[in-house]
């Protein structure tokens, strides 16, 4: 099994082309890689003021709190760290952004995969390289040769 290194090394050499001078997409390639990015970090901050938030939730359920509980069910309540949203509002954040980063990494993926195949295509045929491949033979221990034809 190959090594972590090696994998992030050939994801690269496939990946860096994309963002590069090479491709025409390659400032819409950047600008949703940061937005996805930005997601990411933001969903990282959500599940920060969710952890202060299961904390309140949980108190106000041990203390009997009715006020508490409903307000942090519902609207917010004013804590000594600062202002905590109502779940309705904190859950409905988070499906937008979460739902939306999915769509946008999609989004990337589709188009990524699509630069790549033109890519490899035009490669293929360009100097027709697909009828000099197909003039090449390999012998039993798996070396290549040209075939008579072709010298």
Do not use: C
Not at 17 to 41: K, M, T
Not at 48 to 77: C, G, M, P
Request: charged fraction near 20%.
């Amino acid at each position: 099994m190959r090594g972590v290194v090696p994998f992030l090394k050939d994801a690269w050499k496939l990946a860096r082309p994309y963002y590069a001078a090479e491709s025409d997409e390659r400032w819409s390639a950047r600008g949703l890689l940061l937005v996805i990015i930005g997601l990411r970090l933001a969903m990282v901050g959500i599940q920060v003021i969710y952890s202060f938030w299961n904390n309140a939730w949980f108190t106000s359920l041990q203390e009997r709190d009715w006020s508490s509980f409903i307000h942090l069910l519902f609207l917010y309540k004013r804590t000594a760290h600062g202002i905590l949203p109502g779940f309705m509002l904190f859950a409905t954040v988070f499906i937008v952004i979460a739902v939306t980063r999915v769509y946008l990494v999609q989004l990337l993926q589709i188009r990524w995969r699509r630069w790549l195949t033109r890519r490899f295509v035009d490669h293929w045929l360009s100097d027709r390289a697909y009828y000099r491949i197909s003039l090449l033979r390999s012998n039993s221990d798996g070396k290549t040769f040209t075939s008579s034809a072709t010298r």
